[in-house]
């Protein structure tokens, strides 16, 4: 019985862990969903509406992050983009990762150090699932650029 119970605890464990990873980049439109159902529910719009309109404003958050991110030339707005969506991860991850410490960890310096590798891993989850979209451009890959577009000639454009 101690047996089942250390493995069903240790799947649960890293079931929550991947859950964390997989979930990462939604921290940021979550957020934005739920300040603005709980808004549009406390002016009135009753609770099925607040639900439909914290989904739909999430749903744009994300795709409006994603679609600015692979759109955007400027490195500039990619890595701010990109950085409006890892902070709260980052925040979250932390918080999460701290709270997962305390079943194992006694020092408070430990804990402390696990969590803020926490952040950094799951805060670099989310930049990275949210760059993905984003192609590099001929000039930053640090290639020389070549022209590729040429003129295909046929068997009869030789023969004229």
Known sequence: MLALGLVLNTLGIGLFCWAIFALAV?????????????????????VFGA????????????????VAV???????????????FAVPTAIAGYHVVFALSQIGVPSLAWREAFACGGAVCIGGTA????TVFAETGPLE??????????????ATTHER
């Open 51 to 66: 639900l439909l309109i914290g989904i739909a404003s999430g749903a744009l958050t994300l795709a409006a992050g994603q």
């Open 141 to 154: 890959s640090g290639r020389v650029v070549e022209n590729i577009s040429r003129s295909v000639l046929t």
């Open 26 to 46: 939604y921290a940021l439109p979550f957020f934005v969903a739920l300040n603005v159902g709980m808004l549009a529910f406390g002016d009135g719009a009753g």
């Open 127 to 130: 930049w990275t699932r949210l």
């Open 70 to 84: 692979a759109v955007s030339r400027s490195l500039t707005l990619r890595v701010a983009i990109a950085a409006a």
